[in-house]
């Protein structure tokens, strides 16, 4: 006798289904709790039941396939950075993803695989999950119902939410709606992406706007500025720095001409905050990027100066960067697509433009961003990978080192300086599958301490004696905006009365403060000191 079951609902043709939300509940509450997780597991649950009850299979897909992608890339970001950073996704990641170009996402594809085999494998669940059956299942106009409703309520309180909280000027508030509805969805973390794209427009319309300055020059005895921005270097990779293998010997070789920073500290852990952050008025205690228009560029060009922008990092959607809402103030721009070698005729074109009494040459390079390996040609590898997880990055701390050496052979027959800082620095685990990554909300001072100097000519030696030297107090790089424009020479009363470098790191070397992914103060000096030490009790 064939008798149905009473709990055919749970029996093996909701199997699958079962299993995706069982999957999806527990990341979001262990990777992405907050007060919207249950509205986020409902309607996952009923999105599901909603396409289990349409039997047009092309129908089905047609409606499916787009939404659940969304859903498994949403996990997939969450365990990418919950297991690579200990920190859920945030606003932060997603910046530095919108702003990276189509080559750097595929390469970190290359070393993040895993996620997107995850990502893939969930998508192929959760169409499985949702094929119909024989048996009775829920109303189509029932699960349809909820969903619209709880729909309807996420749009409500979006918009008292946006209400309760003008939009900054210059945003688009639809962006802002838009961000917190997706709270309420399965797809939650395209939140991150709806915010960083808002606060991208609101950089666009304030970057033109150049403050006006009351400047004062003087006669710096230097005609050639170079600004050189590295990208995720490491101090602790350089020899110059004590480092055991030898990555660093031209600079090394300069030692004579440079003053040296031992302990310079980058402000956040990531490009698009810390380099703006860097060049302009904005600081740690007053993150604002309406800041980003008080910027060394305007400073510069107001003051007279011929400034070049030449970028490594190739030119795609950077006028949707915070970095490039900087940049695209520079009279002259140049982003180019290969290794940072290749802005070497670029730099000898800059140098020989006539008519300019002096000049700002600013060079962002790609530096040691992840993938280590594609930063440098093969034949300029010095240390071999094979058993060494730490090869590719010191080759592309070593490879970076070589630059300098071309650029100070250059510059040292003219009246000319160079300042360096990385962006930020990077955390090491040898225990990961990549041993090398971006500060999360539990950082070390890894993911903050960068190399920092700046090289004098010989011609300018004797002049510049006392700025040379080793500087072994803690420098947060955020307050670059003051130290460069007192290398440049340029007094502005709102910057502070400065006569020298040394007078900038004097007045602010007592400031530790740094802001991890979340924007959350944290003391540089409270940090462990590197990512394999155990967390602090606080922090579990």
């Given at each position: 006798?064939?008798?149905?079951?009473?709990?055919?609902?749970?029996?093996?043709?909701?199997?699958?289904?079962?299993?995706?939300?069982?999957?999806?509940?527990?990341?979001?509450?262990?990777?992405?709790?907050?007060?919207?997780?249950?509205?986020?597991?409902?309607?996952?649950?009923?999105?599901?039941?909603?396409?289990?009850?349409?039997?047009?299979?092309?129908?089905?897909?047609?409606?499916?396939?787009?939404?659940?992608?969304?859903?498994?890339?949403?996990?997939?970001?969450?365990?990418?950075?919950?297991?690579?950073?200990?920190?859920p996704f945030n606003d932060g990641f997603a910046a530095s993803t919108l702003e990276s170009n189509p080559s750097?996402?595929?390469?970190?594809?290359?070393?993040?695989?895993?996620?997107?085999?995850?990502?893939?494998?969930?998508?192929?669940?959760?169409?499985?999950?949702?094929?119909?059956?024989?048996?009775?299942?829920?109303?189509?106009?029932?699960?349809?119902?909820?969903?619209?409703?709880?729909?309807?309520?996420?749009?409500?309180?979006?918009?008292?939410?946006?209400?309760?909280?003008?939009?900054?000027?210059?945003?688009?508030?639809?962006?802002?709606?838009?961000?917190?509805?997706?709270?309420?969805?399965?797809?939650?973390?395209?939140?991150?992406?709806?915010?960083?794209?808002?606060?991208?427009?609101?950089?666009?319309?304030?970057?033109?706007?150049?403050?006006?300055?009351?400047?004062?020059?003087?006669?710096?005895?230097?005609?050639?500025?170079?600004?050189?921005?590295?990208?995720?270097?490491?101090?602790?990779?350089?020899?110059?720095?004590?480092y055991k293998k030898p990555t660093t010997p031209q600079l090394e070789s300069q030692k004579p001409y440079l003053?040296?920073?031992?302990?310079?500290?980058?402000?956040?852990?990531?490009?698009?905050?810390?380099?703006?952050?860097?060049?302009?008025?904005?600081?740690?205690?007053?993150?604002?990027?309406?800041?980003?228009?008080?910027?060394?560029?305007?400073?510069?060009?107001?003051?007279?100066?011929?400034?070049?922008?030449?970028?490594?990092?190739?030119?795609?959607?950077?006028?949707?960067?915070?970095?490039?809402?900087?940049?695209?103030?520079?009279?002259?721009?140049?982003?180019?697509?290969?290794?940072?070698?290749?802005?070497?005729?670029?730099?000898?074109?800059?140098l020989a433009k006539p008519g300019h009494d002096k000049k700002l040459i600013i060079l962002h390079l790609y530096?040691?961003?992840?993938?280590?390996?594609?930063?440098?040609?093969?034949?300029?590898?010095?240390?071999?990978?094979?058993?060494?997880?730490?090869?590719?990055?010191?080759?592309?701390?070593?490879?970076?080192?070589?630059?300098?050496?071309?650029?100070?052979?250059?510059?040292?027959?003219?009246?000319?300086?160079?300042?360096?800082?990385?962006?930020?620095?990077?955390?090491?685990?040898?225990?990961?599958?990549?041993?090398?990554?971006?500060?999360?909300?539990?950082?070390?001072?890894?993911?903050?301490?960068?190399?920092?100097?700046?090289?004098?000519?010989?011609?300018?030696?004797?002049?510049?004696?006392?700025?040379?030297?080793?500087?072994?107090?803690?420098?947060?790089?955020?307050?670059?905006?003051?130290?460069?424009?007192?290398?440049?020479?340029?007094?502005?009363?709102?910057?502070?009365?400065?006569?020298?470098?040394?007078?900038?790191?004097?007045?602010?070397?007592?400031?530790?403060?740094?802001?991890?992914?979340?924007?959350?103060?944290?003391?540089?000096?409270?940090?462990?000191?590197?990512?394999?030490?155990?967390?602090?009790?606080?922090?579990?």
């Open positions: 006798m064939n008798i149905k079951k009473p709990y055919l609902l749970f029996g093996k043709e909701y199997l699958l289904l079962i299993i995706s939300i069982i999957i999806f509940s527990v990341i979001n509450i262990l990777m992405a709790p907050n007060i919207h997780m249950s509205y986020r597991i409902v309607t996952f649950t009923l999105s599901l039941l909603f396409l289990k009850a349409i039997r047009s299979t092309p129908l089905r897909l047609m409606l499916a396939v787009p939404l659940l992608f969304l859903c498994s890339a949403d996990i997939s970001l969450s365990l990418y950075s919950w297991f690579t950073f200990k920190t750097e996402m595929l390469a970190m594809l290359g070393v993040y695989l895993r996620f997107v085999i995850v990502c893939l494998a969930l998508l192929v669940l959760f169409i499985c999950a949702v094929r119909p059956i024989s048996g009775k299942m829920p109303s189509k106009k029932i699960t349809g119902t909820l969903i619209l409703i709880i729909c309807l309520v996420a749009l409500v309180s979006s918009l008292k939410f946006v209400k309760k909280r003008p939009v900054n000027e210059g945003a688009i508030s639809e962006l802002k709606v838009a961000a917190r509805f997706t709270t309420y969805m399965p797809f939650f973390n395209m939140s991150y992406f709806l915010t960083a794209m808002q606060e991208s427009q609101i950089l666009k319309n304030i970057s033109g706007a150049a403050p006006h300055y009351t400047l004062t020059v003087k006669d710096t005895g230097i005609d050639t500025y170079v600004l050189i921005i590295g990208e995720s270097e490491r101090a602790r990779n350089m020899s110059i720095y004590s003053k040296l920073f031992t302990q310079a500290i980058s402000g956040v852990p990531f490009t698009s905050v810390a380099v703006p952050m860097a060049l302009s008025a904005d600081n740690i205690h007053n993150h604002n990027l309406k800041n980003y228009a008080d910027n060394v560029i305007n400073l510069a060009n107001q003051a007279g100066f011929h400034t070049t922008w030449l970028s490594a990092q190739t030119a795609f959607g950077n006028y949707g960067s915070s970095v490039a809402g900087i940049a695209m103030n520079a009279k002259d721009k140049l982003y180019i697509k290969g290794y940072d070698k290749e802005l070497i005729p670029h730099l000898k074109t800059a530096g040691s961003h992840e993938p280590a390996c594609a930063r440098y040609p093969s034949n300029e590898a010095i240390f071999d990978k094979n058993g060494d997880i730490d090869a590719c990055y010191d080759n592309s701390v070593r490879y970076t080192d070589s630059l300098f050496g071309e650029i100070f052979s250059l510059l040292k027959q003219k009246n000319a300086s160079v300042f360096y800082f990385s962006d930020h620095a990077l955390e090491r685990d040898p225990k990961q599958s990549a041993p090398y990554f971006h500060g999360g909300i539990t950082p070390s001072q890894e993911a903050y301490h960068v190399p920092m100097f700046i090289w004098y000519s010989p011609v300018l030696e004797p002049r510049y004696q006392q700025e040379i030297g080793q500087v072994d107090s803690v420098y947060s790089t955020s307050y670059n905006d003051a130290a460069i424009a007192t290398w440049l020479g340029i007094t502005d009363a709102n910057r502070g009365m400065f006569s020298s470098v040394n007078d900038v790191v004097n007045k602010f070397k007592n400031d530790s403060t740094v802001l991890d992914n979340l924007y959350q103060k944290l003391d540089y000096h409270s940090l462990r000191k590197t990512a394999q030490e155990p967390l602090p009790e606080s922090s579990r």
